[in-house]
């Protein structure tokens, strides 16, 4: 079986939701997934070793996640980046690493949006509903955003990413 971005994705909002109890309907609903997309992603990620089960619970591999995320979705996953756009900011640009560099003038990268607030340079999220889901939850846009750091960031952007993802998914 092949990873595919929506299960980075789905892996994503389960670490975001730190243990918390989730089920397959309202996270469905809070990805803009449908229910067959959330099941055949945790059989691609269990698969992959991204995801565990324990006492019949599903919950991510963090070590492995860590690994692959620092090391493997920038080379697999590879944004595109397009014209200037409105849209949702996301890797340097977002909250997350706000105060953290000094800005640039060049504009800032963004998940084209219809809702975004920000104009700036498209950057492809890792999956279509990533900025619907981001809007829902604050834990998974800063993991979002960080992990765009890492797939297409600048070299300072990439290491504050991967630092903050060792903290984030408690990894070494």
Do not use: C, N
């Not at 089920?23 to 055949?40: K, M, P, R, W, Y």
């Not at 963090?62 to 979705?73: A, C, D, I, N, T």
């Not at 297409?152 to 630092?163: D, E, L, M, Y």
């Amino acid at each position: 079986m092949i990873l595919k971005p929506q299960d980075v994705l789905f892996i994503l909002k389960l670490a975001a939701l730190e243990g918390k109890p989730w089920t397959q309907v309202q996270i469905a609903s809070e990805l803009g997934f449908s229910q067959g997309e959330v099941s055949s992603g945790i059989r691609r990620a269990l698969a992959s070793r991204l995801l565990v089960k324990s006492q019949g619970l599903v919950r991510p591999a963090r070590q492995p996640l860590l690994e692959f995320l620092l090391h493997g979705l920038p080379f697999v996953f590879a944004p595109d980046h397009g014209a200037l756009t409105r849209g949702m900011p996301t890797a340097e640009a977002a909250p997350v690493f706000s105060g953290l560099l000094v800005p640039t003038d060049q504009p800032p990268p963004v998940w084209p949006d219809p809702e975004g607030t920000v104009r700036g340079e498209a950057f492809s999220p890792l999956y279509r509903s990533a900025p619907h889901a981001a809007r829902k939850d604050a834990r998974l846009y800063d993991l979002l955003a960080l992990v765009d750091g890492l797939r297409g960031g600048r070299a300072r952007v990439r290491s504050f990413a991967s630092q903050e993802l060792r903290k984030r998914l408690g990894g070494p």
